[in-house]
């Protein structure tokens, strides 16, 4: 048994080292990969993809990819939309099988972003996004009692809200959707919160314009947006580290969690995926 | 698939006086093709990311360009391989003194006085001479088109608008009525080259040139200003042969012939013979391959 027969990749530079300062090889991107497909691909089906790819590894420079490259094989599948940003219309990767995650990792797309809907009804929702960061000196802990909040008002409202560390500073709190509303309709929702939210909590901003004044959390509301995207759960981010986006429980979202520790190395022998059945979860919003 | 005999075969490889096959061919029905061009039909050049971005600057006067790619080598590459087991060769920096291979990081530029004698300069040394990229195409005068030497155009490059259609167009179109081109330099990575701005096709496309050292005036072959005067009737005969045959250039009656015989014979080995592949190291791949093996398992259980 030779790797060629076990995928239709075509596999190249797989020692090349991706992250240098972790030593980690594209052997080893590919290897968790492989190994985190049973919990990706389903949340990747038929969500078109934006690949950030680091042809030089996660020190080098980086690119965004919504286009599937030339070169693409006939077997991934792809969903072509106008893109209002682009004024064109672009072909989308959607990664609904293992192949494509094999030769997304082979082209080097260390992250996996994909969209807040899934084809063909790309212009309805099916994730509402709150994008919560801090700005320095708040750290991961303030995040956290942040992320506490917005989970109790999401309650409140009867919600039952997911969350995953983004992998970098902060975490993305989703509701899975029934398709139908608009995005500006999910957009105004998520924005509500923010604002609620922003009376009664003094470092939590809600609005764009004072999202990096420093000491801040802003609850980004905007990436409810048209072709706008939120890093995979289980995908890997371009850090020093190898970190991953993982879903995580809501108790175990304490303070004193650093998120590093989510990381390449690690995150696989986590046994439980809380994200798993997502979209048998999906909710109104009113 | 053992390698039929017919014309076109290639003489057989060593591999074969061995008595046994390489352990990385493959049936050419599993081969996957789609990479491949069918024999000589191909699709049309795509255009390409812009490489640098800067403005053609005459006197006071800017007008911003992106630069394109505008020729492409096509030539056929081949890969050197290991006729033993069919992988491919790499190739190491390897010191001429113990054959030790050498790290990058060890090396040191040097220019040769005379054999065997190098001048060594330090990266910064180097550094310190080169021109500054000021992302500029600095035009200096403009000339008839048609007054310049192909034998002095290196490599051209599309030059697109950048916010400037309005300077561009008047640009291209008065050049186009004037039959002129913009004569100056570029700066692009690390080496000034003389280039002109002239109009092609509805563009107007960058073609740096050769500096004059670096063409070899015919003169220096004494034969050829001492050649005989042509007799009158001579003459006409030969401007009537080369009356007769003249008629308008395209490039397309010039095919490639040597790619698209390289390409066939691809094709045509792909179809009856073995075909060498590329196979990783096994200790590289041999967690991927197991990871592969248990979650094709799993999701196979889904």
């Given at each position: 048994m030779v790797l060629r027969d076990l995928t239709r990749v075509r596999l190249t530079n797989l020692d090349k080292i991706l992250y240098p300062a972790a030593g980690i090889t594209k052997a080893d991107v590919l290897t968790y990969y492989v190994r985190a497909a049973p919990r990706l691909l389903p949340f990747l089906h038929n969500r078109p993809l934006t690949m950030h790819r680091f042809p030089d590894g996660a020190g080098g420079p980086g690119f965004f990819e919504k286009d599937a490259p030339a070169g693409t094989p006939d077997w991934v599948e792809t969903f072509t939309r106008r893109a209002e940003t682009a004024g064109r219309d672009v072909r989308y990767v959607l990664c609904n099988n293992l192949d494509t995650l094999i030769w997304l990792g082979n082209l080097a797309s260390l992250e996996i972003h994909t969209a807040l809907a899934a084809a063909p009804a790309y212009e309805t929702p099916d994730l509402l996004l709150f994008d919560i960061d801090p700005e320095p000196p708040l750290t991961f802990d303030d995040v956290v009692s942040v992320a506490h909040i917005v989970h109790g008002q999401l309650e409140n409202r009867g919600l039952r809200p997911y969350v995953k560390t983004s992998g970098k500073k902060g975490v993305h709190i989703v509701v899975p959707l029934v398709p139908g509303l608009s995005f500006s309709r999910v957009r105004d929702f998520a924005h509500g919160i923010g604002k609620a939210i922003a009376r009664d909590t003094p470092?939590?901003?809600?609005?764009f314009p004072h999202s990096r004044e420093p000491g801040t959390i802003f609850i980004d509301y905007l990436q409810n947006s048209h072709g706008k995207t939120m890093v995979a759960p289980w995908s890997l981010r371009a850090t020093p580290l190898a970190t991953v986006s993982v879903p995580v429980r809501w108790d175990e979202l304490k303070k004193g969690v650093c998120p590093e520790v989510f990381n390449i190395k690690t995150v696989l022998s986590r046994h439980e995926d809380p994200w798993s059945d997502i979209f048998h979860d999906r909710q109104k919003i009113t | 698939m053992t390698g039929r005999k017919s014309p076109e075969s290639p003489p057989p490889a060593k591999q074969a006086s061995h008595g046994k096959r390489s352990p990385v061919t493959k049936p050419a029905?599993?081969?996957?093709?789609?990479?491949l061009p069918a024999g000589g039909e191909e699709h049309g050049a795509q255009p390409g990311r812009a490489f640098w971005s800067g403005s053609i600057t005459i006197g006071l006067v800017n007008v911003p360009v992106r630069l394109h790619t505008m020729v492409r080598d096509r030539s056929f590459a081949f890969r050197l391989l290991h006729?033993?087991?069919g992988q491919p060769l790499k190739y190491d920096r390897v010191c001429s003194r113990d054959g030790k291979v050498v790290p990058w990081s060890e090396t040191v530029k040097g220019y040769e006085i005379r054999k065997g004698e190098f001048l060594v300069f330090e990266p910064d040394e180097l550094k310190a001479i080169l021109p500054e990229s000021d992302r500029k195409i600095r035009i200096d005068k403009f000339v008839?088109?048609?007054?310049?030497?192909?034998?002095?155009?290196?490599s051209s490059f599309i030059l697109v608008p950048d916010r400037s259609e309005e300077a561009y167009g008047l640009l291209l179109a008065a050049l186009q009525d004037l039959g002129r081109a913009a004569a100056g330099t570029i700066t692009l990575r690390t080496k000034e080259y003389p280039a002109i701005v002239h109009v092609y096709d509805g563009a107007l496309v960058l073609t740096t040139l050769r500096h004059a050292d670096e063409v070899i005036p015919p003169h220096a072959f004494s034969i050829l200003p001492e050649l005989p005067v042509p007799k009158a009737a001579e003459l006409a005969l030969a401007k009537k042969i080369v009356t007769d045959l003249s008629g308008d250039f395209s490039i397309n009656d010039y095919p490639d012939r040597y790619r698209e015989a390289v390409l066939a014979l691809v094709h045509k080995k792909l179809a009856g013979e073995n075909i060498v592949y590329e196979e990783p190291h096994p200790g590289q791949a041999k967690e991927l391959m197991q990871a592969l093996q248990e979650t094709i398992a799993t999701l196979a259980k889904k």
């Amino acid at each position: 048994m030779v790797l060629r027969d076990l995928t239709r990749v075509r596999l190249t530079n797989l020692d090349k080292i991706l992250y240098p300062a972790a030593g980690i090889t594209k052997a080893d991107v590919l290897t968790y990969y492989v190994r985190a497909a049973p919990r990706l691909l389903p949340f990747l089906h038929n969500r078109p993809l934006t690949m950030h790819r680091f042809p030089d590894g996660a020190g080098g420079p980086g690119f965004f990819e919504k286009d599937a490259p030339a070169g693409t094989p006939d077997w991934v599948e792809t969903f072509t939309r106008r893109a209002e940003t682009a004024g064109r219309d672009v072909r989308y990767v959607l990664c609904n099988n293992l192949d494509t995650l094999i030769w997304l990792g082979n082209l080097a797309s260390l992250e996996i972003h994909t969209a807040l809907a899934a084809a063909p009804a790309y212009e309805t929702p099916d994730l509402l996004l709150f994008d919560i960061d801090p700005e320095p000196p708040l750290t991961f802990d303030d995040v956290v009692s942040v992320a506490h909040i917005v989970h109790g008002q999401l309650e409140n409202r009867g919600l039952r809200p997911y969350v995953k560390t983004s992998g970098k500073k902060g975490v993305h709190i989703v509701v899975p959707l029934v398709p139908g509303l608009s995005f500006s309709r999910v957009r105004d929702f998520a924005h509500g919160i923010g604002k609620a939210i922003a009376r009664d909590t003094p470092q939590v901003v809600s609005e764009f314009p004072h999202s990096r004044e420093p000491g801040t959390i802003f609850i980004d509301y905007l990436q409810n947006s048209h072709g706008k995207t939120m890093v995979a759960p289980w995908s890997l981010r371009a850090t020093p580290l190898a970190t991953v986006s993982v879903p995580v429980r809501w108790d175990e979202l304490k303070k004193g969690v650093c998120p590093e520790v989510f990381n390449i190395k690690t995150v696989l022998s986590r046994h439980e995926d809380p994200w798993s059945d997502i979209f048998h979860d999906r909710q109104k919003i009113t | 698939m053992t390698g039929r005999k017919s014309p076109e075969s290639p003489p057989p490889a060593k591999q074969a006086s061995h008595g046994k096959r390489s352990p990385v061919t493959k049936p050419a029905s599993m081969v996957k093709t789609e990479h491949l061009p069918a024999g000589g039909e191909e699709h049309g050049a795509q255009p390409g990311r812009a490489f640098w971005s800067g403005s053609i600057t005459i006197g006071l006067v800017n007008v911003p360009v992106r630069l394109h790619t505008m020729v492409r080598d096509r030539s056929f590459a081949f890969r050197l391989l290991h006729r033993d087991d069919g992988q491919p060769l790499k190739y190491d920096r390897v010191c001429s003194r113990d054959g030790k291979v050498v790290p990058w990081s060890e090396t040191v530029k040097g220019y040769e006085i005379r054999k065997g004698e190098f001048l060594v300069f330090e990266p910064d040394e180097l550094k310190a001479i080169l021109p500054e990229s000021d992302r500029k195409i600095r035009i200096d005068k403009f000339v008839y088109y048609l007054s310049l030497d192909p034998v002095y155009f290196d490599s051209s490059f599309i030059l697109v608008p950048d916010r400037s259609e309005e300077a561009y167009g008047l640009l291209l179109a008065a050049l186009q009525d004037l039959g002129r081109a913009a004569a100056g330099t570029i700066t692009l990575r690390t080496k000034e080259y003389p280039a002109i701005v002239h109009v092609y096709d509805g563009a107007l496309v960058l073609t740096t040139l050769r500096h004059a050292d670096e063409v070899i005036p015919p003169h220096a072959f004494s034969i050829l200003p001492e050649l005989p005067v042509p007799k009158a009737a001579e003459l006409a005969l030969a401007k009537k042969i080369v009356t007769d045959l003249s008629g308008d250039f395209s490039i397309n009656d010039y095919p490639d012939r040597y790619r698209e015989a390289v390409l066939a014979l691809v094709h045509k080995k792909l179809a009856g013979e073995n075909i060498v592949y590329e196979e990783p190291h096994p200790g590289q791949a041999k967690e991927l391959m197991q990871a592969l093996q248990e979650t094709i398992a799993t999701l196979a259980k889904k």
